[in-house]
């Protein structure tokens, strides 16, 4: 949140967060996926690599799904999230 605060404060461009979820609780982890949906809302632009797929699914607006280091998919958010064969293969979705 500190970072986020400095970002906004020296007039911040874009967003890039790696993992930022990662060992948080889910109330927490839920705050951090609010801030980024927020950041979005507000114009900016926000890269997000994260583990909670679903969840990072449904706030993007784009995805690359990537497998052994190669885009297997690139498009909107939305349609990978209901995409039954690409979420079930490789996101763990059912």
Not at 1 to 6: D, E, H, N, S, Y
Not at 46 to 58: D, F, H, I, S
Not at 69 to 92: S, V
Request: glycine share 6%; aromatic share 10%.
């Amino acid at each position: 949140m500190v970072a986020v605060a400095m970002a906004l404060i020296r007039d911040a461009k874009y967003f890039l967060f790696d993992e930022p979820t990662a060992q948080l609780s889910p109330k927490f982890a839920a705050e951090i996926l609010t801030l980024i949906q927020k950041l979005k809302d507000m114009g900016y632009t926000v890269v997000l690599a994260e583990q909670n797929a679903k969840k990072a699914l449904e706030i993007s607006d784009n995805a690359y799904l990537l497998v052994s280091g190669r885009i297997n998919y690139f498009g909107p958010a939305k349609e990978l999230l209901n995409n039954k064969e690409l979420g079930r293969l490789y996101l763990g979705l059912r």
